[in-house]
C-alpha cells in the first residue's frame, strides 16, 4: 500500500485541495449545522422515501451535527443546495465513517460529489483522523470507479445484504450486498487524486486468454493473471432493475460469488475502469 505521511502538513494539503475541487465544480461547500431539514429533503430527491422513512431524518442529521460529527452541504452560484454528504466518527477517533453522501440529480458529472468528499476529507485530516471507510453497492459501476478509482480508496470486504433488502425506489426491493471502502487520508495515492492526478487502469481482453465466467448478458465477466484478477460489474444496474429485475438479482449473486471469496483470500479491488471493470489485485501487489 502507498506510504502514509506526517498528517500535519497534509491538513493543508486536503484544505487546499478541497478548496480547489468546490471552485471547479462551481459550488461553495461547508460545514452545514442550520439547514438540515434541506438536506433531509435533498437526500429525499437523491434516494426517494423508503417504508422507514427519509434515507437520514431532520432529527438524526440534527443530532449528528450537535455531536460534533460532520454534515456537509454543497450550494451551487444561486445558493441552492445541491449535494450533501454525512459522517460520524468511530469510537476512540482513529476513523471517519461516511453515512451518506449524493448530488441533486443531474449534477453527478460537474464534479459536486467529489467536492463533498475532499472536504470530507479536509475536516477528518484537520480533525488528525487519518482514514475514512464507507459501503457502496459493488453492482453501481459508476460509484465504484469514484471510489476506488477518483477517490484512491480500496475495498478488502464484502458484506452480504447489509442492510437487509433495501425497499427505497433506487434500490428496488434488491438486495443490500456491499464493498466495505477504506480510505487512506494520508496516502499518496489519496493525495493525488485530491489534487485531480488520477491513476487510470487499462487492460487488454485480447492479452488475458479465455474468460473465466460470462455474466447475465453472455460478454465476459471475469479474467485471472498471475498479478490480478478482472470482474466486470454492468453497465447501468439502477436502469437494469426497473427493466429486467430477474437479470439483475442474477448480477448480484454472480458478482458476489466472484468478489467475496477473492477478497476473503487476500485479493483487494484497488481500482476500477472507465469499462466497470474492477481490477482485484493480490495483497502483495497492492
Known amino acids: 500500500m502507498s506510504l502514509i505521511l506526517d498528517a500535519g502538513p497534509i491538513a493543508s494539503q486536503a484544505a487546499k485541495a478541497a478548496a480547489a475541487a468546490a471552485a471547479k465544480a462551481g459550488v461553495t461547500v461547508v460545514d452545514e449545522h442550520d439547514k438540515l431539514r434541506e438536506i433531509e429533503e435533498l437526500l429525499v430527491r437523491i434516494w426517494g422515501m423508503s417504508p422507514h422513512g427519509a434515507p437520514i431524518p431532520f432529527d438524526l442529521l440534527r443530532s ?36 451518506i453522501a449524493g448530488v441533486l440529480p443531474g449534477t453527478g458529472d460537474k464534479g459536486v460529489g467529489f467536492a463533498l468528499k475532499q472536504h470530507q476529507r479536509a475536516w477528518s485530516l484537520a480533525r488528525g483522523i487519518e482514514s475514512m471507510t464507507w459501503t457502496f453497492d459493488p453492482l453501481v ?25 433495501m425497499e427505497d425506489e433506487v434500490n428496488a426491493n434488491d438486495e443490500s450486498d456491499r464493498l466495505v471502502a477504506l480510505w487512506p487520508l494520508t496516502s499518496q495515492r489519496s493525495i493525488k487524486a485530491s489534487e485531480g492526478i488520477v491513476e487510470e487502469i487499462q487492460f487488454d481482453e485480447a492479452t488475458l486468454g479465455k474468460a473465466r465466467a460470462h455474466g447475465p448478458d453472455g460478454a465476459p465477466l471475469l479474467y485471472e493473471t498471475d498479478e490480478a484478477m478482472w470482474c466486470r460489474a454492468p453497465g447501468d444496474i439502477v436502469e437494469l432493475r426497473a427493466r429486467d429485475n430477474k437479470q439483475a438479482a442474477q448480477w448480484r449473486h454472480q458478482l458476489r460469488g466472484i468478489l467475496e471469496p477473492a477478497l476473503a483470500s487476500g485479493h483487494v479491488a484497488d481500482g476500477v475502469t472507465r469499462s466497470g471493470w474492477y481490477r482485484l489485485s493480490k495483497t502483495d501487489q497492492a
Request: aromatic share 10%.
Open 64 to 99: 449528528i451535527s450537535h455531536a460534533g460529527c460532520n454534515v456537509t452541504a454543497a450550494y451551487d452560484n444561486a445558493g441552492e443546495l445541491c449535494g450533501a454528504a454525512v459522517a460520524i466518527v468511530s469510537p476512540g477517533g482513529a476513523a471517519s465513517y461516511s453515512l
Open 141 to 165: 459501476s459508476r460509484n465504484a470507479r469514484f471510489n476506488l478509482t477518483k477517490l484512491g480508496a480500496v475495498a478488502s470486504e464484502y458484506t452480504q445484504n447489509f442492510y437487509g433488502v
